[in-house]
């Protein structure tokens, strides 16, 4: 799996990225109709003090999980099309950010909020811990040494 999501050079395989790139914008222009349409439908049957909390923190948390996911894939691009570095891409001011707060699991008060709005979280949550599975096979396992095996072929082949 991980040579289809990455060149031979250790950089994201440029077709994954564009085929995440745009199902992350994609998805957040859905989620912006809705929360713009929930919005509206709110003025006319308004929510209870309670549900206006769930869905303020909650509709928080989906559009920083989608900004986090699309400000990452834009690095990524970057990367890819030779505009930023991919050490300078690894540091952590380009790193994929607020796992804290992205992936917290709601509490019970969700089920206070409609079904397509609990769907539009899950895919936005889903979508972020696809990226980050990424992020972790580009940065972190480069980190972990190389394999064992790939060590003593590389040995084997070396000139001397």
Request: hydrophobic fraction near 35%; include cysteine.
């Amino acid at each position: 799996m991980t040579s289809r999501l990455m060149t031979g050079d250790g950089r994201p395989e440029p077709k994954f990225v564009e085929k995440s790139y745009r199902e992350a914008l994609n998805l957040t222009i859905s989620v912006a109709g809705y929360l713009a349409q929930s919005y509206s439908a709110a003025a006319e049957r308004p929510f209870t003090a309670e549900q206006q909390i769930v869905y303020a923190r909650e509709s928080t948390r989906m559009t920083c999980c989608l900004m986090q996911v699309v400000s990452w894939l834009m690095i990524q691009k970057g990367v890819i099309a030779g505009e930023i570095t991919p050490e300078e891409a690894s540091t952590p001011k380009y790193r994929l950010g607020n796992r804290d707060v992205c992936l917290l699991q709601a509490g019970r008060d969700l089920r206070l909020m409609p079904d397509e709005f609990c769907d539009y979280l899950k895919k936005a949550q889903r979508l972020y811990r696809q990226v980050e599975r990424l992020e972790h096979m580009l940065y972190e396992q480069q980190n972990e040494g190389q394999n064992p095996v790939h060590e003593m072929f590389d040995r084997l082949h070396r000139p001397d």
